[in-house]
C-alpha cells in the first residue's frame, strides 16, 4: 500500500526557509500526483500545492511565488520548497497522494501521510 510520511518540519524565523519531503515507503506510483495541504489550529485545511505525474506543478494563492515543488527520479519523493516565509505559514503540513489530479488538487485524494509541524516565528 501507499504510505506517506512527511519530514523537514522545524521552527524557524521569519524570511527563513524549509525544505520539506514526503516518501512514499510503501508501493510507488508513477503516475500518481502527490501534493501538500496544510492545516493551522482553528483554521480550514489550505491547499499548498500539487505535482503531477509529469512534473506539472501548481500552488495555492498563499504561497505562490515563495514555494517550489518537485519530485525525486523515481516520483516516489516530493520536495517542498518554501522561502521568504511567513508566520501564517505556520501549521501542520500534510503530503497527499492519488491516481486522480483532481481528488489529489481538493483534498479527497486517497493517501495522506501524518503530517510535520512548521513553525514560523516573527
Known amino acids: 500500500e501507499v504510505q506517506l510520511v512527511e519530514s523537514g518540519g522545524d521552527s524557524v524565523q521569519a524570511g527563513g526557509s524549509l525544505r520539506l519531503s514526503c516518501t512514499d515507503s510503501g508501493v510507488t506510483y508513477s503516475d ?25 506543478t501548481s500552488y495555492g494563492h498563499a504561497v505562490q511565488g515563495r514555494a517550489f515543488v518537485s519530485r525525486s527520479p523515481d516520483k516516489n519523493t516530493q520536495y517542498l520548497q ?6 501564517e505559514d505556520t501549521g501542520m503540513y500534510y ?12 483534498g479527497t485524494g486517497r493517501h ?7 513553525t514560523v516565528s516573527s
Open 32 to 56: 500518481y500526483t502527490m501534493g501538500w495541504f496544510r492545516q493551522a489550529p482553528g483554521k480550514e485545511r489550505e491547499f499548498v500545492s500539487t505535482i503531477d505525474n509529469s512534473g506539472g
Open 82 to 87: 518554501i522561502h521568504s516565509l511567513r508566520p
Open 95 to 106: 503530503c497527499t497522494a492519488d491516481y486522480w489530479f483532481d481528488d489529489v488538487r481538493l
Open 112 to 118: 495522506w501521510g501524518p503530517g510535520t509541524q512548521v
